[in-house]
């Protein structure tokens, strides 16, 4: 079972809108709703910021939001912020025999 | 408030073994799992299992069976996770995170492990 693939960085200016794609299978992404996000800033340990593909947590600002299509899920960030500068991880349910969750490689999204 | 607080960081030598806890606070204990995931030193997240508060339950990541075990203490709503015959890639933050349904909701602070002889 491979990592879902994640781009290695993704950038946008204050104001603009980003999007980080999550690709994996149809033994993962594309089979089940189970695709979640996390934010890790340096140092910190990840927070939930997307569940079942499209929820937000409470607290979870409404600027992040998620999508799946086929095998890919995204994140999109409206209205970009200093704050928002972290490494974002994807993660999914699988239903391979040789573990139960995969995560995404990481983006580090920079806010320019 | 829900809060997960993990011991302190350890260093062991490559062989030994190694357990960390992790004290759940602000939620019925036994009515979620706990999951354990790792990093590695700039590298990415890594699902290492999970354990169901409520039966005790496990479901390891194959790559790990044989040298994890995950348990819970309900009388004192702390989980644990033990790793045996360490070795130097096993150097990594390990977290505890409540598990809801298939998604993470909430991380402990990570438990530096270092494997070093």
């Known amino acids: 079972q491979s990592a879902l693939t994640q781009p290695a960085s993704v950038s946008g200016s204050p104001g603009q809108s980003i999007t980080i794609s999550c690709t994996g299978t149809?033994?993962?992404?594309?089979?089940?709703?189970?695709v979640s996000w996390y934010q890790q800033h340096p140092g910190k340990a990840p927070k939930l910021m997307i569940y079942?593909?499209?929820n937000r947590p409470s607290g979870v600002s409404n600027r992040f939001s998620g999508s799946k299509s086929g095998n890919t899920a995204s994140l999109t960030i409206s209205g970009l912020q200093a704050e928002d500068e972290a490494d974002y991880y994807c993660?999914?349910?699988?239903?391979?025999?040789?573990?139960?969750?995969?995560f995404g490689t990481g983006t580090k999204v920079t806010v320019l | 408030q829900v809060q997960l607080v993990q011991s302190g960081a350890e260093v062991k030598k490559p062989g030994a073994s190694v357990k960390v806890s992790c004290k759940a606070s602000?939620?019925?204990?036994?009515?979620?799992?706990i999951s354990w995931v790792r990093q590695a030193p700039g590298q990415g997240l890594e699902w290492m299992g999970w354990?169901?508060?409520?039966?005790?339950?496990?479901n390891y990541a194959q790559k790990l069976q044989g040298r994890v075990t995950m348990t819970t203490d309900t009388s004192t709503s702390t989980a644990y996770m033990e790793l045996r015959s360490l070795r130097s890639d096993d150097t990594a933050v390990y977290y505890c995170?409540?598990?809801?349904?298939?998604?993470?909701?909430?991380w402990g602070q990570g438990t530096l492990v270092t494997v070093s002889s």
């Open positions: 149809s033994s993962d992404v594309g089979g089940y709703n189970y």
């Open positions: 602000g939620y019925t204990f036994t009515s979620y799992g």
């Open positions: 995170a409540r598990a809801g349904h298939h998604y993470f909701d909430y």
């Open positions: 079942e593909v499209s």
């Open positions: 993660s999914s349910y699988t239903s391979s025999s040789t573990l139960a969750y995969v």
């Open positions: 354990i169901s508060a409520y039966n005790g339950n496990t």
